[in-house]
C-alpha cells in the first residue's frame, strides 16, 4: 500500500480536477444505493460516465427500506413520508414510477389516555421560539434544553405544567429530530428549508420510488466498502473480503453514524474542515414498531394518535395507515434516549409494551396485536442511526463542510447529512446526490 505521505504527494502533483470533471466516458464509483447514491449515478451515467454502484446490502434504497413479510401489506421500516409534495423531487420520482400516495394531515390527530380520549394538548412553538430568540443572542450556541430553562418563564412553570411542556417537546421535537432536547442546537435545531402542499405516505411502499430511480444503473450488491484510497491512476476501494475495485473519481454517500464509525478508512484522510464536520453533527435514533392485528383497530379515523400517558414519552405517536384505507395495522415511534432504551429489548418485549400504551389509551378490552416488525436502527452497522441532526455548535454551515468535493476534485461525498437545505430528508439525500454529480462534472 502507498504510505499516506507518499500520498499526499501525489495528490499535489496529480491534476485531480482536470480528470475527475471530465465525466464522460470516465469511470465513476459510487458507494451506497440509497436514493443520495441512486441519484449521484443517474446523473453521471446521463452526462456520459461509467458508474457502477457499490451497496453493502443485499438490497437498494438503504434508510428507505419496505419489508413485504405480510401478504398484502407491506410496511416501511425506513422513510414512510414525502415531506412538501410541491416542487419535491420525490413526488416527480413517485408519479413517474406510477406509486400511488397517501397525504396526511397533522391536524388529522386525536389524543388518547388514561383509557379515554383527552383534549389535544398545547403545543409548545411560542415557548421554544422565545428560547430561540432569546439563546441568539449569547455569544455561543447552547442546548434547545439550555435555552428554555434560562426564560423566567420555565422558572415560574409549576411542575406539572413542566412536565406537560417536556412531553410536548418529545413528542413534536425530540421525535422531528430524533434526539434529546439536551443536544440539540438551540440556535440551528430547525434549519431547513420546507417544500410546500403537505406530506404523503407510500401505501404501496416507498421501495417503489427506489426501484424506480435504480433502472438501468450498475448496482453490485452486498459488496461493502472497508477502504478508500488515492493512488496515481484514481481511486482504489478496498472490501470486506479483501478484493478490490478502481475508478476515476467517487461519490461517497455513507451515512453519517458509518463516517463517524471509522469502519471505512481513507488515504489520505479528508479535508480537516469536513472530518470536523463529520465528529461534530448528531446522529439521531427513531425507530418503529408496526404492529398487525385480525382486523383494522378500533381507533378513530385519524391519521395520527398522541398517547397522553402515563407514561407519555413512551410510545408517544401512532400513525393509522386505516385513515386512508381499511387495514389490520398501526405504527408507533420512539426516538432519541427512548429509542436506544427499547432498541435493546427483544421482540416479544418490545411488542408486549406497545400493547400496554394502547390498553392504556383506549381501555383494556382493546384487541391484541398478533405481529409486530421492529426496527433497531442504532444497531445497524450500515446507519448506526436513523438520521442526522444540528447538535449543538452546529448548523448549515457544517453540512456544506461535510458535502461537496475532497482530494482535489476526485472524491465527492452526499447523502441527507450533507443536504445543509433539507437535511435528514429522502429528498434532501436525492437533491445532494445530484448536487455531488454536478460538482463531479462542470
Not at 465513476?28 to 443520495?36: H, N, R, S
Not at 444540528?390 to 476534485?409: E, F, I, M, N
Request: charged letters at 20%; hydrophobic letters at 45%.
Amino acid at each position: 500500500m502507498i504510505g499516506r505521505r507518499s500520498v499526499m504527494g501525489l495528490l499535489a502533483m496529480l491534476p485531480f480536477g482536470k480528470m475527475a470533471k471530465a465525466a464522460g466516458g470516465g469511470r465513476i464509483a459510487v458507494i451506497g444505493a440509497g436514493m443520495a447514491g441512486l441519484a449521484a449515478a443517474r446523473a453521471l451515467r446521463d452526462a456520459g460516465a461509467d458508474v457502477t454502484i457499490y451497496e453493502a446490502r443485499d438490497r437498494i434504497g438503504g434508510r428507505v427500506w419496505t419489508k413485504r413479510s405480510w401478504p398484502g401489506l407491506p410496511v416501511d421500516l425506513g422513510a414512510s413520508w414525502i415531506h412538501g409534495l410541491k416542487q419535491n423531487p420525490i413526488t416527480a420520482l413517485a408519479a413517474e414510477a406510477g406509486a400511488p400516495l397517501h397525504p396526511t394531515d397533522y391536524e388529522s390527530a386525536a389524543a388518547f389516555g388514561a383509557g379515554r380520549e383527552r383534549p389535544y394538548p398545547a403545543e409548545p412553538w411560542d415557548m421554544l421560539e422565545a428560547a430561540q430568540k432569546r439563546a441568539g443572542k449569547a455569544d455561543a450556541d447552547m442546548s434547545l434544553r439550555a435555552a428554555v430553562e434560562a426564560l423566567p418563564r420555565w422558572t415560574k412553570m409549576s411542575l406539572p405544567d413542566r412536565n406537560a411542556f417536556r412531553a410536548a417537546v418529545h413528542r413534536m421535537v425530540e421525535h422531528e429530530y430524533g434526539a434529546d432536547w439536551g443536544d440539540l442546537s438551540a440556535w440551528f435545531f430547525d434549519e431547513a428549508e420546507a417544500f410546500g402542499g403537505g406530506d404523503a405516505l407510500f401505501p404501496h411502499g416507498y421501495d417503489q420510488v427506489a426501484s424506480h430511480a435504480a433502472q438501468g444503473l450498475d448496482i453490485r450488491l452486498g459488496t461493502k466498502v472497508r477502504a478508500v484510497t488515492a493512488t496515481r491512476d484514481g481511486i482504489r476501494l478496498t472490501f470486506a473480503d479483501g478484493s478490490e475495485a478502481t475508478a476515476d473519481a467517487l461519490v461517497c454517500t455513507l451515512p453519517l453514524g458509518v463516517l463517524q464509525s471509522g469502519d471505512v478508512t481513507f488515504d489520505p484522510p479528508l479535508a480537516p474542515e469536513r472530518q470536523a464536520a463529520i465528529d461534530s453533527l448528531g446522529m439521531g435514533l427513531l425507530n418503529k414498531c408496526w404492529l398487525r392485528f385480525d382486523a383494522p383497530p378500533p381507533v378513530p379515523a385519524a391519521d395520527w394518535i398522541l398517547n397522553l400517558g402515563p407514561p407519555a414519552d413512551l410510545w408517544p405517536e401512532w400513525v393509522n395507515p386505516s385513515a386512508a384505507k381499511p387495514a389490520p395495522l398501526l405504527l408507533a415511534f420512539n426516538a432519541g434516549p427512548r429509542a436506544d432504551e427499547v432498541e435493546a429489548w427483544d421482540d416479544s418485549t418490545t411488542l408486549a409494551s406497545a400493547q400496554d400504551a394502547l390498553r392504556g389509551m383506549f381501555g383494556s378490552a382493546f384487541p391484541a396485536p398478533i405481529a409486530a416488525q421492529v426496527t433497531r436502527w442504532r444497531a445497524d452497522p450500515l446507519a448506526y442511526g436513523s438520521y442526522s441532526y444540528h447538535s449543538v455548535g452546529t448548523g448549515a454551515d457544517t453540512r456544506r463542510a461535510l458535502a461537496g468535493l475532497d482530494w482535489d476534485g476526485r472524491l465527492a461525498f452526499a447523502g441527507e447529512a450533507a443536504s445543509p437545505d433539507h437535511p435528514s430528508t429522502v429528498h434532501g439525500a436525492w437533491l445532494s446526490g445530484l448536487a455531488a454529480a454536478q460538482a463531479l462534472t462542470e
